[in-house]
């Protein structure tokens, strides 16, 4: 069984005091918030910060990247050892910033999977079709492509322990999230490619969830929703009480469809 999780990225926002300042608040306000995980992504500068913030609450911290090298004339660079050894747990790979801003191919992504587990971090693989791809009707096949390449020579043991992110790209900051049916729809249809190429153990464990314009409002449908496991949250994790309103709604109508189950999805 799987425990909601919803993480929030901060994208290029907050100062180190910003961040300390609200996982300091968040820890408080989480502390006896359970049957969720719950995990921020500070920008690099302030992952350790957020980190000592965070240390022996239920707040986990993700990077929002990561270079594939350990360490090397990568100017510029950060590598999964320096982000673990920061204090992050989680590291967000592939989103679609970084995808369509900074050059990230689906064989970049991959480079970065095997470095994030090899440094004992757990990725937070983004996929996601663009608005044209869906109006040509190619969402599986962009799906399929990205799981493919991207998950390429992953072991079965790590998929199981895999975040995958389905963030259309067309719902990213852009307020238009999709409807609770397109992502079950896109949920299930990830979930059993997972089944397909790592096996039903894996596919059963490794979470799917959500990202593109979630907010207090429409967190409870889409979790209501098999296959989605909770939410890659930005704009509306910025503030704090609106995150904890995403994290409890959203935990909330996963244990409703679970029939009162304690939180697991
Ligand atoms: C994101 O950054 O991954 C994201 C989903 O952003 P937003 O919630 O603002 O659409």
Redo the contacts with the bound molecule.
């Keep these: 069984m799987r425990i909601p999780l919803i993480a929030g990225?901060w994208?290029m926002y907050k100062t180190v005091a910003e961040a300390v300042k609200y996982v300091k608040e968040l820890r408080g306000l989480v502390k006896d918030v359970d049957g969720v995980e719950v995990v921020v992504a500070p920008p690099f500068t302030a992952v350790h910060a957020a980190a000592e913030a965070a240390r022996n609450s239920n707040v986990g911290i993700a990077a929002q990247d990561l270079y594939w090298e350990r360490e090397g004339a990568f100017t510029g660079e950060v590598s999964g050892v320096m982000v673990r050894d920061a204090g992050a747990e989680y590291v967000?790979i592939g989103?679609?910033?970084r995808r369509t801003l900074f050059g990230e191919t689906d064989a970049s992504v991959n480079r970065r999977m095997a470095a994030a587990f090899a440094a004992g971090l757990c990725p937070i693989a983004?996929i996601g079709e663009t608005l044209d791809q869906r109006e040509r009707q190619e969402t599986f096949d962009v799906l399929d492509r990205q799981i493919k390449l991207g998950l390429d020579g992953l072991g079965s043991d790590q998929i199981a322990q895999l975040v995958v992110?389905y963030?259309p790209v067309w719902?990213?900051?852009?307020g238009r999230n999709a409807t609770p049916a397109q992502a079950a729809e896109a949920h299930g249809y990830i979930r059993k490619r997972l089944r397909q190429w790592f096996g039903a153990e894996a596919a059963e464990l490794c979470h799917v969830i959500y990202?593109?314009?979630?907010k207090p409002d429409n967190i409870a449908d889409l979790m209501s929703q098999p296959d989605v496991d909770g939410a890659?949250?930005?704009?509306?994790?910025l503030d704090v009480r609106s995150f904890l309103d995403i994290v409890t709604r959203g935990r909330d109508a996963a244990r409703r469809r679970q029939g009162g189950a304690a939180g697991t999805v």
């Excluded at 990202?211 to 979630?214: A, E, F, K, Y």
Aim: negative net charge; glycine residues 22%; hydrophobic residues 35%.
């Design positions: 990225n994208k967000i989103h679609s910033e983004c992110a963030e719902a990213i900051g852009t990202g593109g314009s979630v890659l949250v930005g704009g509306a994790s």
